[in-house]
């Protein structure tokens, strides 16, 4: 626990789409601060610092922290910026944590943004690989995504209509989310009769990209209750990485979620995690991650996870709804897409998510994900931590 | 979209101008492989792990690794895929020809994984745990394309 506790007291969203030509990249950031100042009811003298991120080499522009400012509204403030790949948003909620709870800065205001429309995604997230070992046969995210499918559904015989009652479930509460890029139900023969993209994972079991930024207002306990009347705290975070060159990965679990959960549920005491929490959002690039990761959380033991999605306990109404947004699968502006997670259960927790709301949250756990096997989360409370 | 108007900025001539270093442990990878035909791995003093490629050091032990050991050069398939959707290779600037085998090798007394192609003449034999052989190119320099691809011999 941190010097001072923390409260989520606003957070904005732009529209979605999968490309936003009416916008650059400042003016799209500048969307998502409005929204965010706008929803906690604040103005810009009110922040104290801002920390901002994407993956630069999707614009193929660096710097944001610099070009950015006036739309960011970081001119003459302190500004950070932090890129992790795939966990980007959700190590800009960690860090922007880690600022509020160091007690140096009241207010914080938290950006991840990227307009994925503006280069070649697969080209992008590959160079992001090691050039002499990794790259020769690399193919972007899906690539290595499909090889963890691969070596879990050998170990425990789960099948591709499995992960397809996944895609069925997120794509199915997309649509009660009016953030969400892709708006429609689809069947389970749908998704498999999608195209093969690279074995076992058709079309759509895997996410779009997308245009658009999320902006969130976190504020320490001095000030969190009278800014919101109804704050999402925060209980505390967990990050990990795991490996050198892909090929040292542990395919068919994701060992740095495993480690991650283990040490958040320890440090905040949740012994039995899938009665404690009653929402999660999980950073879940692809429909098969829904069965393996739920395993790595400790919901389910290994080799259950599709049974558990089966049984509908993950659909909204059911004992523990994941992705009432309609997730990753349903938008994804990548160095956006953690801290949406993040802003997701704060809406969750405020009681605010409208037709996605799932009734009485106590605690509720967002989570994000890089191509590199890496793991963010951040445990999200109704109650302010003791 | 129809009245849409391209400006366009041409990059000219572009190579890529990095120049990577694979250090001490990469090179005699490369070395063994270009001139033997062998592949070789590094053992971690403490957990005993071969990795491959050899490389400085083990992170969950956080040791220096100074062993080699040669592992190979035939092996299981770890994990793998069959690409089938078009894209851009940055290394290149080409379209990937598609589809190909994208495999994750575990060479015999390693304990990592390798990334290379399989050979997909028959999709039926990629199964995980099948076993697999490289084809070394005739003409070998140095690079990993010394290795042509994994074939099933199972």
């Not at chain 1, 001119?75 to 509020?100: A, D, F, Q």
Request: aromatic letters at 8%; hydrophobic letters at 40%; one cysteine or more.
């Amino acid at each position: 626990m941190g010097k001072k506790r923390v409260a989520i007291v606003g957070s904005g969203q732009t529209l979605h789409r999968s490309r936003r030509p009416d916008v650059n990249g400042q003016e799209l950031i500048h969307e998502a601060v409005q929204a965010a100042l706008s929803d906690a009811d604040l103005t810009l003298a009110d922040i104290d610092a801002i920390v901002i991120g994407n993956m630069d080499h999707f614009e193929g522009i660096n710097y944001v922290d610099c070009w950015s400012v006036d739309g960011s509204g970081g001119w003459m403030k302190p500004v950070i910026k932090l890129t992790t790949g795939g966990t980007t948003g959700s190590t800009l909620s960690i860090g922007g944590y880690h600022m509020v709870a160091s007690g140096l800065f009241e207010k914080v205001l938290i950006i991840g943004w990227e307009k994925n429309s503006e280069s070649d995604t697969t080209g992008a997230i590959t160079t992001a690989f090691d050039p002499i070992w990794d790259r020769l046969v690399f193919a972007g995210a899906i690539s290595g995504l499909a090889v963890e499918a691969q070596a879990y559904m050998a170990r425990y015989g789960a099948t591709d209509r499995d992960a397809a009652r996944v895609a069925v479930r997120d794509r199915r509460h997309a649509c009660k989310n009016p953030h969400a890029q892709l708006r429609q139900e689809v069947t389970i023969e749908q998704v498999l009769a999608s195209p093969m993209l690279a074995d076992p994972i058709h079309l759509l079991d895997v996410c779009p990209r997308t245009d658009g930024a999320c902006a969130v207002i976190m504020a320490n306990e001095d000030v969190a209750e009278k800014l919101c009347p109804t704050p999402d705290w925060i209980w505390g975070t967990a990050n990990r990485h795991s490996y050198t060159y892909l090929a040292d990965v542990n395919f068919g679990a994701l060992d740095s979620m495993a480690g991650a959960a283990k040490e958040l549920f320890a440090k905040t005491g949740i012994k039995e995690p899938r009665k404690q929490l009653q929402v999660i959002e999980l950073y879940q690039p692809y429909s098969f991650a829904g069965i393996i990761w739920i395993e790595d959380l400790g919901l389910v033991p290994r080799g259950k996870g599709a049974e558990y999605i089966w049984s509908g306990a993950t659909d909204l109404g059911g004992e523990l709804p994941i992705n009432p947004s309609g997730g990753v699968i349903a938008c994804n502006p990548i160095g956006a897409t953690g801290l949406i997670r993040c802003a997701e259960v704060s809406l969750q927790m405020m009681g605010r998510a409208g037709e996605r709301q799932v009734p009485e949250v106590e605690l509720g756990l967002s989570t994000g994900f890089g191509g590199c096997m890496w793991t963010d989360m951040m445990l999200h409370g109704k109650r302010k931590p003791e | 979209m129809t009245d849409v108007e391209l400006m366009v900025i041409r990059s000219v001539g572009g190579g890529q101008p990095f120049k990577y270093a694979v250090g001490e442990h990469g090179s005699r990878f490369f070395h063994e492989l270009k001139e033997h035909r062998r592949i070789v791995g590094i053992k971690c003093p403490k957990c005993g792990k071969v990795y491959v490629p050899p490389r400085r050091v083990c992170g969950p032990c956080f040791a220096e690794m100074k062993e080699y050991v040669e592992v190979g050069p035939g092996g299981r398939i770890g994990t793998f895929t069959i690409l089938r959707y078009a894209f851009i290779d940055p290394e290149t600037g080409k379209q990937k020809p598609v589809p190909y085998g994208y495999g994750f090798i575990k060479f015999d007394g390693a304990d990592t994984l390798f990334q290379h192609y399989i050979d997909i003449e028959d999709e039926s034999r990629l199964k995980i745990g099948a076993r697999v052989e490289p084809v070394f190119a005739p003409q070998r320099q140095g690079t990993i394309r010394d290795i042509e691809y994994f074939r099933v011999v199972d």
